[in-house]
């Protein structure tokens, strides 16, 4: 997602203060980073149909208990410290289905990357999402040329692979789930470069 600075005199606010802006400004969304508030920004139409094809992908492939949901929606990563809106987060808790504020425990976050989001994504969000119990996969997903990075969960650690071609399958057997790179960029123009090599 993208992100402007929002215009207050302060640079410190509590979680108390991130709810009262958050909550009250219905048609902005805000971020909050240990006391930072971010508002998030729009995207383009390339990240939008990403997101798109990513939630037709999973939404065909998960139970009926599991609900996905796109940046609209809160995920809380640490109470009273860090809130974030993912691109897609997938969950399959009773009580992140019931709760109309936020989701606390998903097994799967998806961030589609803009180039003023990569650093935060691939840093702050990687170290924050995947401190989250629950999760299971993070996945980052670059808007051109094909590009997905997949984090997986491997007991005490993580696992990391790269996706960068276009008949490449994605398993993600912890959610008995796999994408195709076809299904994720679907619509999507894919800008190709030639690569010479030393000899010409």
Same mark, same amino acid.
């Given at each position: +997602?993208?992100? %402007?600075?929002?215009? #207050?005199?302060?640079?410190?606010?509590? &979680?108390? /203060?991130?709810?009262?802006?958050?909550?009250?400004?219905?048609?902005?969304?805000?971020?909050?980073?240990?006391?930072? $508030?971010?508002?998030?920004?729009?995207?383009?139409?390339?990240?939008?149909?990403?997101?798109?094809? +990513?939630?037709?992908?999973?939404?065909?492939?998960?139970?009926?208990?599991?609900?996905?949901?796109?940046?609209?929606?809160?995920?809380?990563?640490?109470?009273? &410290?860090? #809130?974030?809106?993912?691109?897609?987060?997938?969950?399959? /808790?009773?009580?992140?289905?019931?709760?109309?504020?936020?989701?606390?425990?998903?097994?799967? *976050? $998806?961030? *589609?990357?803009?180039?003023?989001?990569? %650093?935060?994504?691939?840093?702050?969000?990687?170290?924050?999402?995947?401190?989250?119990?629950?999760?299971?996969?993070?996945?980052? =997903?670059?808007?051109?040329?094909?590009?997905?990075? *997949?984090?997986?969960?491997?007991?005490?650690?993580?696992?990391? =692979?790269? #996706?960068?071609?276009?008949?490449? $399958?994605?398993?993600?057997?912890?959610? /008995?789930?796999?994408?195709? +790179?076809?299904?994720?960029?679907?619509?999507?123009?894919?800008?190709?470069?030639?690569?010479?090599?030393? &000899?010409?």
């Amino acid at each position: +997602m993208g992100f %402007a600075q929002p215009k #207050y005199e302060t640079n410190y606010y509590t &979680a108390q /203060d991130y709810f009262e802006i958050d909550d009250n400004t219905p048609e902005q969304k805000f971020e909050y980073f240990l006391g930072e $508030v971010t508002a998030t920004a729009g995207t383009t139409t390339t990240h939008n149909t990403i997101s798109i094809n +990513m939630v037709i992908a999973i939404s065909n492939q998960i139970a009926n208990k599991c609900r996905i949901f796109m940046s609209d929606v809160r995920l809380e990563v640490k109470r009273n &410290a860090i #809130y974030f809106y993912p691109d897609l987060i997938l969950t399959c /808790d009773e009580e992140d289905i019931k709760n109309k504020k936020s989701i606390s425990n998903p097994c799967l *976050v $998806v961030e *589609v990357l803009s180039p003023s989001t990569e %650093a935060k994504d691939l840093n702050e969000k990687l170290d924050s999402y995947t401190k989250i119990p629950s999760v299971m996969y993070y996945i980052v =997903v670059g808007q051109t040329p094909f590009s997905v990075k *997949v984090y997986e969960r491997a007991n005490l650690f993580w696992k990391f =692979v790269l #996706y960068t071609q276009a008949e490449d $399958v994605i398993p993600l057997p912890l959610l /008995d789930l796999s994408l195709n +790179m076809t299904d994720i960029y679907r619509n999507i123009e894919i800008e190709t470069k030639e690569v010479k090599s030393e &000899a010409e």
